[in-house]
């Protein structure tokens, strides 16, 4: 007996094992899926904010303080001060082109200078020569690799110090320059320039990602590389960037290539440079002066290029607007059409078409309504609407005619109502439906009619259930991507001011800043952020459908 | 008026006949009304008809045109070539079956394991907290499925096995099986529901074991139900755009081997989705597009007949 | 009152032999069907009386006199057809699909299932209180105020002193006079069937029809209805539907045995019990079957 028993048993608690499991997995599906999502994408509402996002809101956005910005920006410069200066200093002693375009162009001015002295003729020769050698031997000087002809040259430029001919000159310049490449070329092993030239454009270029354009230079063209690292995990990215070099050495030959990370300072030990590593690792906070920031403005701010900096308001207003237009037109239908279904027929064959239509209508892929709202409405019912109010009417200005046959607000709006129109229908069909009979009686023995006894008495005790369904629905109409695509989401755009333009939206934007837009790569929070916010505002919807429902269902138990 | 109730209440001080203007103005009302009504009804039908309408409008020149035999026939899709545009439709198609037989390879079983569970095996209480969770997976809007495939699953698909890309049929056929999922256990659960009690009762009462009753007597008298359901799960998954779009990996390729589920497919949804955008309004590829466009239709169309009649029989059976 | 005495008094004396037999009874009021209900004393009247619901017949050939300002009960087996009858009355059945009467059934010598009738006037003054409670979702103000507002009356004042007096008459005032405002729904079951009693009240109804009122109720709460239902009945016609023979003796003046959707025997309460004319209703009330 316990031979036959005992397998089936086991069978059956593996069966309910997998019905477990199924659940389970159901479950760690939906925290696997939302969870990253909404915790990648609240960083991009809340974040330790760096001043540099503080002053990019304030020129970009007019949001902030600007006093109080301005100090910290004086204090922070001032940190920063030191940065700059080792970086120019190290920068002399590898970056003899520069330099040496310095020496040629004080070259050139002296000429003028000397002209415009009234120095002419032999003077004039005989000067320019000896500039000429000067300039000659700083230009050995900054070619040369070797320290001692370095020095030697440089000292020979130097003994022209005090000739009082170039005092006040632009050749003066040539003394401080000399000096001063005396004692990095002393310090920089010149041997190794190339490399220092190579690492150094990496430490600036980390440089600017922290700090943003270093004074002087002039304002990038891009909105992006006009600010420094506006976040404090931004920061500590590029500051680790900046402390750190990495590259992929092939070890053996054959052999895949081997990523290995050294350290710049002490690449860089013994030059101008070295003491910069340290300080800005120990002093980071004072050169950011970060801040816990909560970012509401992310929801009404507009986006830079690539959603780089700024908000996803736009996004979030075209989405009310596209979903507060179709449900415009989705509820009456909607509610109209379940009324007369439940109230009005009996089971004919009208009503037999007609229901078998909309369960149609609900199985249409979304990306059908797409083509059908492109073939219809924007390129065949508004064109000969804009047409007929123009041409015919003239109550349409030519321009509203002419955005008529492009995709706009109202062209998607009343596809997505459509998509959603037989999720009202069935929904307040059902909630309609479930009004006990007893209602209706009561209602028509009080001597209300038909008309009067569903406004008064059936509509008020269905209203939780159909706006559950509405609230549903809502969701369904914000959140669905295909519709949208050819009938009037842009992914960028100004916001409109007119049902008859097309808008950006969340769902289009999340599609776009995935995959579509190659600037966003780089921004992952803010990717994440405009995902975040679409399933937010969807899921805040179902919630509180959920909770009408359940509140609804336990007013009518009479809790 | 109200206190003198009691002597009032001798007789009927209403008329109980309509006057015939009262008669004529009801009659005129109700019939108004009711054509009203049923116009605002009607809507949908004529929705239908010029969603049908329309579409096949705009694909009739491709269909009369010369190049229908090498859509049905061919797996090349260069439409945008410009000395021998081809317009072959079944490497498309198949990339559509890929993605959906993978997702109902995973969907199905999870989702009638689920069910089973939801309507035979969960307390109340527990119920009570695992549908909301149904409800709101079947709530994630689908851009965010396929958000979610393309930053998350993809690469970390692409590190953990190694594929040359994340985005492949696997991916693009799980995140399928995801969002096809609570409409496959809602309806599943609904039919198993409906079988009843005393079905139920009689299985145990004979000595079964909850699988064996499962298994041997409800799942086969709900068997409408479920098959429903795993059509309704066939026609989310085929109809789905954005998350096929973005996951699947858009190469409109027939996989080889056949089973390397690795390699990128591209579906009838994302190819419209993804080339709409580039044609030109009347171009032949515009109206290819719209062609697939009624293959798309065609197919929901009859799976939705289908699944109709079928959960008609589960409302017969619940109703009895 | 003294009207009503008299008529009771007629009722007793030398016509009411009538009554044993519905068919003269009928013959009587069939030769005048416009006739005065005041006349005959009876407010409903029905002759004839045959209901389809398809091919099944709900109530057959129901031939009987309901007098004004009196109660008549109706028994009878579950599934006789008293309800259907009491619902025809007002024309309840409409809502059932594929209904089809023969015969007369007149309302203050009016038939009801004239095509030309206002049915709304007939349901406000043919008031109906269900077998199950049915208050509305609302406040148990806006449930009692519900009728006078479908009649046109807004002012505020004139809605309270009508919800007061039928809160008042319904013997619910004292209980809920202080929460007016609370929904119905959150009273107890004989409560809310005042509340649906004091609702029809409020319509100004001249005849109450009552549907196994007390049916879902616990016997305090009965004994409250049946209290209530004597005091109304001297200013109202009421038909109360009871499948409770007790009750029936307690509360009416007349009594009507319903089986199988006929008309077995109709009379005064107190020979109905205590002698009837028919086997089958003998049968009934001693409890043989039914």
């Known amino acids: 007996m316990k031979f036959r028993i005992f397998p089936r048993e086991f069978r059956d608690k593996c069966f309910t094992a997998s019905c477990m499991f199924s659940v389970c997995l159901m479950v760690f599906i939906l925290v696997v899926v939302l969870f990253p999502m909404m915790a990648r994408g609240l960083k991009a509402v809340f974040f330790q904010g760096t001043n540099e996002f503080r002053e990019m809101q304030l020129v970009v956005f007019g949001h902030g303080d600007a006093e109080r910005i301005q100090r910290e920006n004086g204090e922070i410069e001032e940190a920063r001060a030191f940065v700059y200066e080792a970086a120019n200093r190290f920068r002399r002693g590898i970056d003899t082109e520069h330099l040496a375009d310095e020496v040629r162009g004080a070259y050139r001015d002296y000429g003028s200078y000397l002209r415009a002295a009234g120095i002419s003729g032999e003077r004039y020769s005989a000067q320019r020569a000896r500039a000429k050698d000067l300039r000659d031997a700083l230009l050995d000087a900054f070619e040369s690799r070797d320290k001692e002809y370095v020095q030697s040259r440089l000292q020979c430029v130097l003994q022209s110090r005090a000739d009082p001919d170039f005092g006040g000159t632009p050749i003066e310049a040539y003394f401080e320059t000399a000096e001063s490449y005396s004692r990095i070329a002393a310090s920089v092993d010149l041997s190794r320039r190339e490399q220092y030239a190579e690492a150094f454009g990496e430490v600036r270029e980390a440089l600017h990602k922290l700090f943003g354009p270093g004074p002087g230079e002039p304002a990038p063209a891009l909105t992006m590389d006009q600010y420094g690292a506006t976040r404090w995990d931004a920061v500590e990215r590029e500051l680790h960037r900046l402390l750190w070099s990495e590259d992929w050495v092939e070890t053996e030959p054959g052999r895949p290539m081997v990523k290995e990370t050294r350290a710049r300072r002490e690449f860089f030990a013994g030059t101008e440079l070295e003491p910069v590593f340290d300080y800005v690792e120990t002093n980071l906070e004072k050169l950011f002066q970060p801040r816990f920031t909560f970012y509401w403005r992310y929801f009404m701010d507009g986006s830079t290029d690539g959603h780089y900096f700024g908000g996803c308001g736009p996004e979030i207003l075209g989405t009310l607007a596209l979903t507060f237009f179709s449900m415009l037109f989705a509820i009456p239908l909607g509610i109209i059409s379940a009324a007369f279904l439940v109230e009005c027929t009996g089971d004919n064959i009208a009503v037999r078409v007609i229901r078998t239509c909309i369960n149609t209508l609900a199985g249409v892929p979304s990306i059908v309504f797409g083509l059908f709202g492109m073939a219809f409405f924007v390129l065949f019912l508004f064109p000969v609407i804009g047409e007929f109010g123009h041409g015919t009417l003239g109550i349409f200005s030519a321009e509203a005619a002419d955005k008529l046959t492009k995709p706009n607000i109202l062209a998607a709006s009343l596809t997505l109502g459509l998509l959603v129109l037989p999720v009202i229908i069935r929904a307040s069909e059902e909630a309609i439906r479930a009004v006990p009979i007893n209602y209706k009686e009561a209602a028509l023995a009080l001597g209300a009619g038909q008309f009067r006894s569903f406004m008064t008495v059936i509509l008020p005790a269905a209203a939780p259930g159909i706006f559950t369904g509405i609230i549903l629905s809502l969701s369904r109409a914000a959140g669905e991507t295909a519709p949208i695509l050819f009938t009037g989401a842009i992914a960028f755009g100004p916001v409109p001011d007119s049902i008859l333009e097309p808008t950006r939206a969340l769902s289009y934007g999340s599609y776009d800043i995935a995959v579509g837009d190659r600037l966003a790569m780089l921004v992952p929070h803010k990717q994440y952020g405009m995902v975040m916010t679409l399933v937010a505002l969807v899921l805040t919807l179902n919630i509180i459908a959920i909770w009408i429902r359940s509140r609804s269902s336990r007013k009518l138990r009479g809790l | 008026m109200h206190s003198s109730r009691p002597q009032e209440a001798a007789g009927f001080n209403r008329p109980l006949l309509l006057s015939p203007g009262q008669d004529l103005r009801g009659y005129v009302f109700d019939r108004l009304g009711r054509s009203f009504l049923f116009f605002i009804t009607f809507l949908s039908v004529v929705a239908v008809l010029l969603i049908f309408f329309f579409i096949i409008r705009e694909a009739s020149g491709f269909l009369a045109g010369p190049y229908v035999k090498q859509f049905f026939s061919s797996t090349h899709w260069y439409p945008e070539s410009r000395e021998h545009p081809e317009y072959g439709v079944l490497a498309i198609l198949g990339g559509s079956a890929y993605v959906t037989l993978v997702a109902m390879l995973v969907a199905v079983p999870v989702g009638l394991f689920s069910a089973v569970w939801l309507s035979d095996v969960a307390s109340f209480r527990v119920r009570q907290i695992i549908k909301p969770v149904i409800e709101i997976l079947a709530a994630i809007p689908s851009v965010a499925f396929g958000f979610f495939a393309v930053l998350v699953l993809a690469p970390w698909m692409q590190t953990r096995f190694g594929f040359d890309t994340g985005t492949n049929i696997l991916n693009a056929g799980v995140i399928l099986a995801v969002m096809a999922l609570p409409t496959i256990i809602s309806v599943a659960e609904d039919s198993m529901s409906a079988v009843g009690m005393e079905i139920r009762e009689a299985a145990y009462g004979l000595g079964s074991t909850r699988a064996e009753a499962m298994i041997r007597v409800v799942i086969p008298a709900a068997h409408s139900g479920i098959i429903a359901a795993v059509i309704l799960g066939v026609m989310r998954a085929v109809g789905e ?79 009895a | 009152m003294t009207e009503y005495q008299s008529q009771e008094l007629s009722l007793d004396g030398a016509d009411a032999s009538f009554l044993r037999r519905p068919a003269r009874a009928v013959e009587n009021a069939a030769r005048d069907t416009t006739a005065e209900s005041g006349e005959a004393g009876s407010v409903i009247r029905s002759k004839d009386f045959t209901l389809f619901y398809g091919k099944t017949i709900g109530v057959k050939d129901i031939t009987m006199d309901i007098y004004a300002r009196t109660v008549t009960a109706i028994i009878g087996p579950s599934g006789c057809g008293k309800s259907t009858f009491l619902r025809s009355i007002n024309r309840m059945n409409d809502l059932i699909p594929n209904i089809r009467t023969e015969g007369f059934l007149t309302v203050n010598g009016q038939n009801v299932y004239d095509k030309r009738v206002n049915l709304v006037n007939l349901r406000q003054q043919v008031g109906m209180v269900f077998q199950k409670p049915n208050p509305f979702a609302k406040s148990i103000y806006d449930n009692v105020a519900y009728g006078p507002r479908l009649q046109g009356v807004h002012s505020r004042s004139e809605l309270d002193s009508i919800v007061e007096e039928c809160l008042h008459s319904a013997f619910l005032w004292d209980e809920v006079k202080d929460d007016l405002r609370k929904s119905a729904l959150a009273l107890s079951g004989g409560q809310q069937q005042r509340l649906c009693i004091a609702r029809a009240l409020a319509t100004q109804p001249r005849a109450l029809l009552m549907d196994e009122p007390c049916s879902a109720l616990d016997p305090i709460a009965t004994a409250r209805i049946e209290e209530l239902i004597a005091q109304l009945r001297n200013r109202y016609t009421i038909v109360i539907v009871t499948h409770n023979m007790q009750q029936a003796a307690r509360v009416s003046e007349h009594t009507a045995f319903f089986c199988l959707g006929e008309l077995i025997e109709y009379d005064l309460t107190s020979r109905f019990f205590t002698n009837p004319s028919n086997k089958q209703t003998e049968d009934y009330i001693t409890g043989r079957f039914g």
């Open chain 2, 241 to 319: 755009t954005m998350v096929v779009w973005m996951a699947s990996g858009n190469a409109t390729q027939i996989p080889s081997p056949w089973w390397d589920l690795s390699k990128s497919v591209r579906t009838m949804t994302a190819t419209i989705a993804g080339d709409m955008g580039e044609t030109v309004q009347g171009s032949v590829h515009y109206q290819a597009l719209f062609s697939i466009g009624i293959l798309l239709l065609v197919f929901t169309f009859g799976l939705n007949l289908i699944s109709e009649h079928l959960l008609a029989r589960v409302r017969r059976k619940k109703e």
